[in-house]
């Protein structure tokens, strides 16, 4: 998608304008960019995605948090007294980073609908992150495997067991890569990375381990148990808990998106007269938005 906007374009996610905005990391908002462009985007993202280029400040543009990972903006435009946001992926509940989206009035409204159906709700990220501790304490002498996405998760996961569990869990190099990058604008992680000596030595006695979705398996952790000769157990933490079965021993469902209600209300903050979704359907959102169901007992 682009936005024509005062002359120039402005490609939101995508590599096909005179500007380039980068909401966040994640891959599926990085396609077609190419490494010489201007972009507009946060110091945080161009580092974690390896952006290259030159970051730019196109003037009536402004970027306000986005929760989501580190580094998430969501894109204002303001242009002959009427203002466009483009909200990349949000969330609005508070992690354990204190991150949340941001809110401002505006006409028209792009936004993401990853969750937009009534059917996911999700529970406050503390009450997950109590429940992750629990499973952890109940399991303290087998290995543990929690399937996570790489960016944003994993690093949320790792806060999680430090500050929960006082655990310094393994890590594997691509979600180290992030770690660094959290670290270096102030997010402190304690972890190991496999492969280094203070992993091996944390893989002497009993572990837990934060490994790619594609890991988190019961075949796999069943080759860990034989590798280790200790009784291993999987997890995943992620949103689509909600609604698939995950062949695992437990699911999680913590997730860095809105859900449902979180879309409608933010929908419903912002007061856009245009509102459109860049992916998916959110047509139930707008159902809700008109026949006023907003939830009132949300983000208070
Ligand atoms: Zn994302």
Same mark, same amino acid.
């Given at each position: 998608?682009?936005? *024509? #906007? ?17 909401? +966040?990391? %994640?891959?599926?908002?990085? $396609?077609? !960019? ?11 993202? +161009? ?16 970027? !306000? ?20 946001? #483009? ?18 009035? @505006? ?9 937009? %159906? ?46 929960? @569990?006082?655990?310094? *869990? ?8 992030? @770690? ?29 381990? !934060?490994?790619?979705?594609? +890991? ?27 609604? #698939? ?11 860095? %998106?809105?859900?449902? $209600?979180?879309?409608? #209300? ?28 907003? $939830? ?5």
């Amino acid at each position: 998608m682009r936005l *024509p #906007y005062k002359g120039i374009t402005i490609a939101l996610d995508n590599g096909s304008g005179d500007y380039s905005f980068i909401s +966040h990391a %994640h891959a599926d908002h990085l $396609n077609g !960019i190419k490494r010489q462009q201007n972009f507009i985007a946060s110091e945080e993202t +161009h580092e974690l995605a390896g952006l290259g280029g030159k970051l730019v400040d196109v003037e009536g543009t402004k970027l !306000i948090n986005a929760g989501h990972v580190l580094g998430a903006r969501q894109l204002v435009l303001e242009e002959d007294g009427r203002k466009t946001v #483009y909200t990349g992926d949000i969330s609005l509940k508070q992690n354990i980073f204190g991150l949340s989206a941001e809110t401002v009035q @505006c006409d028209r409204l792009i936004m993401e609908s990853t969750y937009a %159906h009534p059917e996911y709700v999700f529970p406050d990220n503390f009450d997950i992150y109590e429940s992750i501790a629990k499973w952890i304490r109940e399991n303290d002498r087998k290995n543990l495997l929690i399937g996570a996405y790489e960016l944003g998760k994993a690093q949320e996961i790792i806060k999680v067991l430090n500050e929960y @569990c006082g655990i310094a *869990p393994v890590v594997n190099e691509r979600a180290e890569r992030f @770690c660094m990058t959290y670290e270096k604008f102030g997010i402190k992680l304690e972890r190991a990375v496999v492969g280094s000596e203070e992993a091996e030595d944390v893989m002497r006695g009993r572990f837990v381990a !934060i490994v790619p979705m594609r +890991h988190a398996k019961r075949y796999f952790a069943a080759n860990l148990a034989k590798a280790f000769e200790r009784e291993t157990r999987v997890g995943v933490a992620t949103g689509w808990a909600l609604q #698939y079965r995950f062949n695992v021993d437990a699911a999680f469902p913590m997730s860095d %998106h809105a859900d449902f $209600n979180d879309l409608v #209300y933010y929908a419903e903050q912002t007061g856009a007269s245009k509102i459109e979704f860049f992916e998916g359907d959110g047509s139930k959102v707008v159902s809700a938005l008109k026949n006023k169901i907003i $939830n009132p007992l949300l983000n208070k």
